[in-house]
């Protein structure tokens, strides 16, 4: 009896390192966009259980220091396997290349795939220049306005939910909701530069022309400050936001203001019970001369320096697939970045979100429709070549600029007029030193 | 007799091998990097001499940020110092009641971590949702733009630090007073000399060696000075209280340039040193440390 039990202990601890042996570790450095953690880690348990021989390793890492963390980890030499990212042109060098693994997976040439996947421009653009697949498109975020049903109707107010209002109306309903005090403020307004940039290519305006000079500061971008800036003169918007360090979010979240303007990755937030105790919606986004509704996918990309490549590519590959991204976005309110599914459109199940999502969805598909430069001056500006490469290493100028603005030390023309020649120098000198 | 030769060597091997791994070895990998123009996409890096260094010195950015580095310790050191000092003096007067309570009190922020104090002095100073703005709606009075105003928010944040720093140089202080002999102060009174004359003839020179060390502690707490404000201001309102370190890492990990942002810490390092090694020499000529 304890040699049957000291023979079955000992074929137990072989089975069991024979298959530890066997069984790889995936890092995937992750930032949370909202309450998205619970869903990620039920999709990494899924593929585990599928395949056995893969262990996920998730390494959540806030969003405000994910980009140091990650480009510590890249320098430092110790790179995760997979990473979730908001563009492909940070980690272009690094980035693995899964291309070759495409055709044995999804049984689809690269180019049926690359055209079946996704027609957003970061993917297409890589694959174009160098023939590469450098980062899957996962969903897709696009800006959108929300607002406060309950303070709205306080002040008389209904909301678009087809045709956009124009600046001009936008800015009444803004007046309405303040004088009768409906709300303290009414927009809160996310600093970042590429929000921001919504209202300068509604205005007709553009960060750079084709031959790569930095025009932000024509008339229709001082156009855009320049109202941007009147809101909050008129104390529209709380300065505290742009000018100080206050999150826009916990206005609208306290009922200090009226709308929000930020995207659609705030809806799973808005969506989960007690994040905010009023009625909210959604509407289109105003439009000025051009109906301009910027979006972009966010990307999931794998490192060239993985020991795993098939596995990483596979991994990336099941994720972004029709059947889980489906799942992904039932159960975020995610738009997915999938020509198929975005036409299909995906059904989350849930009356309120539908009637939310068919809004964005709406205005996304009429928002990209090109009009004039638009929206080549977009792609230019922030997804491809060495002017988006400018644009998103230094656009701090850009906020901080408009923040001088805002706060009066300098005018919408002279603060557009220093990022101007600000990226010109940035310009000549990256070109100088690919030379 | 060659065994105990080594003693001393094993003794210091520990701490030494920490300073080895984690000060000189980083150093020398970041003055490397210094050398090199660093790929914004992480590919290879160019060898550009000291390119970099001159970078600096044109950045009219960062010596703004330095400048501001300079203006910041200029006010915060005298207000951390006076702080201390007075409040020290208090904890150690006989006439002062529950001392271990407010010595506990007092030093209570100093071991609070950067970003809980920032937090806290969000959830006061903050313009919409700040306790003393929402006290002066109540009472009717105006909001005050403490961290929106470029002159304020740099004001607010000297005395955010000087409340963050003087518990800990409050307690160098009170060591320094309780060394002071007694009987120097029994002399003084027996001469008639009055409280401030035994202030200032006794105890503000017997510790002329501790206010040394408090300057110079707190000076390189100023030029070092990062958490705070990229938490309570990030560097706002527009660069008014960006400072010298957190310049260097903006460059590093916003624009990504490595290269440039090693040789703006190595830069900062040297500037560092010069001020360290000039207040251990004043205080060497005082014969203070001897």
Not at chain 1, 271 to 281: D, L, P, R, T
Request: with cysteine; aromatic share 14%.
């Amino acid at each position: 009896m304890k040699k049957v039990f000291v023979i079955l202990t000992l074929l137990l601890i072989s089975v069991m390192t024979i298959s530890f042996a066997q069984q790889i570790t995936l890092t995937f450095a992750y930032f949370t966009d909202g309450p998205d953690l619970p869903v990620i880690k039920s999709l990494i348990s899924q593929y585990e259980q599928l395949h056995s021989d893969v262990k996920i390793n998730l390494l959540n890492i806030p969003y405000s220091d994910y980009a140091q963390k990650l480009s510590t980890m890249i320098q430092g030499g110790t790179p995760p396997d997979i990473a979730r990212a908001g563009d492909i042109i940070p980690y272009q060098d690094v980035a693995l290349n899964i291309a070759p693994y495409i055709p044995s997976y999804t049984g689809e040439s690269v180019e049926n795939w690359v055209q079946n996947h996704s027609g957003f421009t970061s993917m297409e653009y890589w694959y174009k220049e160098r023939g590469e697949i450098l980062g899957i498109p996962w969903d897709v975020g696009a800006h959108a306005l929300f607002y406060n049903k309950d303070e709205f109707a306080k002040a008389g107010i209904t909301a678009p939910s087809t045709i956009p209002w124009t600046w001009n109306q936008w800015e009444d309903a803004m007046n309405k909701i303040v004088s009768s005090e409906a709300a303290k403020y009414a927009l809160t307004y996310e600093k970042t530069s590429y929000r921001w940039s919504n209202l300068l290519y509604q205005a007709g305006g553009q960060i750079w022309n084709d031959k790569d000079q930095c025009v932000i500061n024509n008339a229709e971008g001082v156009h855009a400050l320049s109202f941007f800036v009147s809101l909050f003169k008129n104390n529209l918007i709380p300065e505290s936001v742009w000018v100080g360090n206050t999150p826009a979010f916990s206005y609208f979240q306290n009922g200090l203001a009226a709308m929000f303007y930020s995207g659609t990755w705030m809806i799973p937030e808005l969506m989960q019970k007690g994040s905010v105790n009023f009625n909210w919606g959604v509407m289109p986004l105003p439009v000025d001369k051009v109906n301009a509704v910027m979006t972009g996918p966010k990307v999931i990309l794998g490192f060239k320096s993985t020991k795993y490549p098939q596995q990483v590519a596979d991994f990336m590959l099941w994720l972004t697939s029709k059947p889980i991204l489906t799942e992904w976005c039932q159960k975020l309110g995610a738009i997915p970045a999938n020509h198929a599914l975005l036409e299909k459109g995906v059904d989350y199940g849930n009356p309120e979100l539908n009637s939310v999502m068919e809004i964005i969805l709406k205005d996304l598909n009429e928002g990209t429709k090109p009009s004039g430069n638009w929206p080549a001056n977009f792609e230019r500006d922030w997804i491809v070549g060495n002017t988006a490469i400018i644009t998103q290493t230094y656009y701090p100028r850009l906020v901080q600029d408009i923040v001088n603005a805002i706060s009066g030390t300098m005018t919408p023309q002279q603060a557009l007029n220093d990022v101007s020649k600000y990226f010109n120098e940035q310009m000549a000198s990256l070109k100088s030193s690919s030379k | 007799m060659k065994t105990k030769k080594f003693i001393p060597y094993i003794f210091i091997a520990p701490a030494f091998s920490i300073f080895l791994i984690f000060i000189i070895y980083p150093g020398i990998l970041g003055f490397i990097v210094s050398m090199y123009k660093t790929s914004y996409s992480f590919g290879p890096s160019t060898f550009v001499g000291f390119n970099n260094y001159f970078s600096v010195f044109k950045s009219p950015n960062f010596l703004e940020a330095l400048g501001r580095t300079f203006l910041f310790s200029a006010l915060e050191i005298p207000t951390i110092y006076f702080i201390s000092l007075g409040l020290a003096l208090l904890m150690t007067s006989p006439s002062v009641k529950a001392k271990s309570v407010l010595r506990v009190f007092f030093f209570l922020p100093s071991v609070l971590s950067g970003v809980i104090t920032a937090l806290i002095w969000d959830w006061m100073l903050n313009y919409d949702f700040g306790f003393i703005n929402n006290l002066f709606t109540i009472l009717g009075l105006k909001n005050i733009p403490f961290l929106l105003n470029p002159t304020y928010a740099f004001i607010s944040l000297a005395l955010i630090m000087s409340w963050a720093a003087s518990g800990f140089f409050m307690v160098i202080f009170i060591a320094g007073i309780q060394s002071i002999p007694v009987e120097l102060y029994e002399a003084a009174e027996i001469d008639g000399a009055t409280t401030f004359k035994k202030f200032s003839s006794i105890t503000l020179p017997m510790l002329r060696p501790t206010s040394i060390l408090v300057v110079i502690l707190s000076t390189i707490q100023s030029m070092q000075l990062f958490d705070i404000p990229f938490v309570l201001t990030g560097g706002g309102p527009g660069e008014s209280t960006t400072f010298a370190v957190e310049k260097v890492y903006n460059t590093a990990f916003i624009n990504l340039n490595m290269g440039l942002a090693s040789s703006m810490s190595f830069v900062l390092f040297l500037i560092f040193l010069a001020i360290g090694l000039l207040q251990f020499k004043i205080s060497r000529e005082g014969q203070f440390w001897a």
